[in-house]
């Protein structure tokens, strides 16, 4: 579905990201793990289009998107939820899923779209007129990922949804990404958390210093004990 | 939920304030101050209380609409007055739209402050670019009276420069407000509050941020050139570029989207009437010192109100009957 050859980019001078190859298949899970900095979120947004690919190539349902921007991805059913949530705290729950749902394509499937939303997340129903920042980090996360949904994506790119989430919550949302598959989604993953984000996932690459150190089937990871050893930390 | 209500509560602010101009003696000229405000306000809020990015060379496109207007009645003459008329509000906003179109395109690249920063330098830039390069008359500006008077006769250039000014500015004003309500009940006004709130989650959402930015910009500058073109050339039949690219204007305005609700529609008119009527009487009453008191009033009334007047008004009159009036 997503096909990735030899993507560099970063911020003003400095290189992030020296060639990554990456396959995401059609309604699987994949994680992209590695330590702090080695540019696990920067690839994301690269993929996404906020930050502009130096050099290679992104491919989406055999389409080239390279240096689309992103509100044509999300128009050809690719999603972000970003890194921090990036709610809109003063709307209510139920307004901010209405402003994921703004595009035209989105809005056609507002019902649709709702009543998946609902049906994952009971409990953003019960809140729908509660104010987003109201909402505890939990709820927060399921929202992002909710408003997402809302956009009627088939690939969502999810940057850290566990971030600062207590371990009960952690599982919660690692839940939700695997009924997220079970409902056809394809789903791009970046994760600190290597032990849950494996658990659910089909697919991981290890990403070092900006370059794929290792990639391909969770099995095979789990296998590799050098991976393991010296990416992984366990 | 399309709601214009609010417009009948503008509609009749204005129609208050005429009657007020029109009935009591020495009313008109605080009134046409006051508009002249509103009409800045209501203008610079499609771009600062939609976005939330500040625009401080946006002095200078009440700067080009004046010059789009002088140049006109100035050198097209031989046109005929209601051609030249015409053709000056056309110069008018051809300027605005072409700086706005050229400044945007170039600064909306930048996010949030450093977006304000790129557009110091535009007015100043425009100014010595006339005083300079001895365009359009350079320093020494472009006066029209007597152009007016021997092409047209007294009694018309008196009617340009009085009831047909006042006129152009209230209409402008009022159009301002509409184009404002129209926003905020549009597509374009739900995707432009998007990314005012937040700019990444705009994206996500799959709005075209860059492109609503622009469209904001552009609206709002060529209203800031209709407001140069009639507030000016035509009431004071002349134009200097000293004082058209005054930034303290571009200061004002933004004081008054502030002090009455960035991003509403009745703010900027709650604010251009405290802004202009404080700064009126308290000249007359103190003069020379209406700055010292004027300024620690405003803060209060910002303290007070952080969201401007009608941001709270707003919040007050929610669950009320009066709660469809305000916005």
């Known amino acids: ?234 | 939920m399309r709601n214009y209500t609010p417009l009948v509560t503008l509609l009749l602010i204005y129609a208050v304030m005429i009657a007020i101009g029109q009935g009591i003696q020495g009313m008109w000229q605080p009134i046409m101050l006051v508009i002249f405000y509103i009409a800045v306000g209501q203008a610079l809020n499609i771009f600062l209380g939609m976005t939330g990015y500040v625009n401080f060379g946006y002095v200078a496109l009440l700067g080009v609409g004046a010059y789009g207007m002088a140049v006109a009645l100035g050198y097209y003459t031989d046109l005929g007055l209601i051609p030249a008329l015409t053709l000056g509000f056309i110069l008018a906003i051809l300027l605005a739209f072409i700086v706005s179109m050229v400044v945007g395109g170039i600064a909306l690249r930048l996010r949030g402050a450093y977006f304000a920063i790129a557009t110091i330098g535009v007015n100043e830039g425009i100014k010595y670019l006339i005083l300079g390069g001895k365009i359009w008359g350079g320093s020494s500006g472009i006066v029209l009276s007597g152009i007016l008077r021997k092409a047209y006769g007294a009694e018309t250039m008196r009617f340009l420069s009085t009831v047909f000014a006042d006129a152009g500015l209230i209409v402008v004003a009022i159009l301002s407000g509409i184009i404002t309500m129209y926003i905020l009940n549009s597509r374009l006004g739900y995707g432009l509050i998007a990314l005012r709130e937040d700019e990444d989650a705009a994206k996500v959402m799959g709005i075209n941020v860059r492109r609503y930015k622009q469209i904001a910009f552009v609206i709002s500058c060529i209203l800031a050139g209709l407001i140069g073109a009639t507030a000016w050339t035509l009431k004071l039949t002349y134009v200097f570029p000293q004082d058209v690219f005054a930034i303290n204007y571009t200061v004002e305005a933004i004081v008054i989207v502030m002090l009455g609700g960035a991003g509403t529609l009745l703010g900027p008119v709650v604010g251009g009437l405290i802004y202009a009527l404080l700064k009126y009487y308290l000249t007359i009453a103190f003069p020379g010192m209406q700055l010292l008191i004027l300024a620690p009033l405003l803060i209060i009334v910002i303290l007070l109100f952080p969201e401007g007047v009608v941001g709270y008004l707003a919040k007050a009159a929610r669950g009320t009957r009066f709660e469809k009036f305000v916005r």
């Open chain 1, 1 to 234: 579905m997503l096909n990735v050859t030899d993507l560099q980019s970063g911020y003003g001078e400095m290189q992030v990201l020296w060639g990554i190859d990456l396959e995401v298949k059609e309604k699987s899970i994949t994680v992209i793990l590695g330590p702090n900095g080695a540019g696990k979120s920067t690839t994301l947004k690269t993929i996404f289009g906020t930050l502009k690919p130096w050099n290679g190539r992104i491919e989406y349902i055999g389409q080239d998107i390279t240096f689309l921007p992103p509100h044509k991805k999300v128009e050809l059913g690719m999603t972000l939820v970003p890194e921090g949530r990036h709610l809109f705290p003063n709307m209510t729950v139920k307004d901010n899923l209405y402003m994921g749902a703004y595009l035209k394509r989105a809005e056609e499937r507002f019902e649709d779209s709702l009543e998946l939303v609902y049906s994952l997340f009971p409990r953003l129903k019960e809140r729908e007129s509660q104010k987003a920042g109201t909402l505890s980090g939990g709820e927060q996360q399921m929202l992002a990922i909710a408003r997402a949904l809302m956009t009627s994506p088939n690939l969502i790119l999810m940057d850290e949804p566990s971030q600062g989430l207590a371990p009960k919550l952690v599982k919660e949302v690692f839940e939700t990404i695997l009924k997220l598959k079970d409902e056809g989604l394809t789903i791009l993953l970046v994760e600190q958390n290597v032990f849950a984000s494996l658990e659910i996932s089909d697919y991981a690459y290890i990403l070092h210093e900006g370059k794929i150190a290792f990639g391909g089937t969770v099995d095979e990871v789990k296998e590799s004990e050098e991976v393991k050893r010296a990416y992984l930390g366990v």
